[in-house]
């Protein structure tokens, strides 16, 4: 069975995210009240509403890094994930992780990338040249 996931989570500032969502990631904006906006989140919706983020600690162990957790994210086809991974570099995005391959060579070889959003939100971005590699052992 396959359907489309949705999150909501609270952010700061609807203009901040709107151009962080919509402009940095590429994120289609959909519908909006003055509390909160939707977005086409690579497939997925996501809703940010006006408010406290979640609090995270760096709990999570990606190869030598200590990641947020939680975190939210998506994977991408490899070449949209250079696309994109090269569209944050360009717009001076603080990596908690930046951008890099594990498990060269390896099943289930992939890239991936942690960054904020501008209120904080943890987000990781992975990269795979073959979907059926995803859950690979």
């Not at 890094?65 to 086809?77: S, T």
Request: aromatic share 14%; with cysteine.
């Amino acid at each position: 069975m396959r359907s489309l996931f949705h999150l909501a989570y609270h952010v700061t500032d609807l203009d901040g995210a709107r151009r962080f969502y919509g402009g940095t990631l590429g994120c289609e904006e959909g519908r909006s009240t003055d509390t909160w906006v939707d977005f086409d989140f690579f497939g997925h919706q996501i809703s940010l509403h006006l408010g406290k983020p979640f609090e995270t600690t760096n709990t999570g162990k990606v190869g030598d890094h200590m990641v947020p957790m939680p975190h939210l994210g998506v994977i991408l086809p490899l070449e949209d994930w250079h696309v994109l991974a090269g569209r944050l570099k360009q717009a001076d995005v603080d990596f908690v992780m930046p951008p890099v391959v594990r498990f060269k060579g390896e099943p289930g070889e992939q890239w991936t990338m942690f960054f904020r959003d501008p209120s904080g939100n943890p987000i990781e971005v992975k990269g795979f040249a073959d979907f059926a590699s995803v859950y690979a052992k």
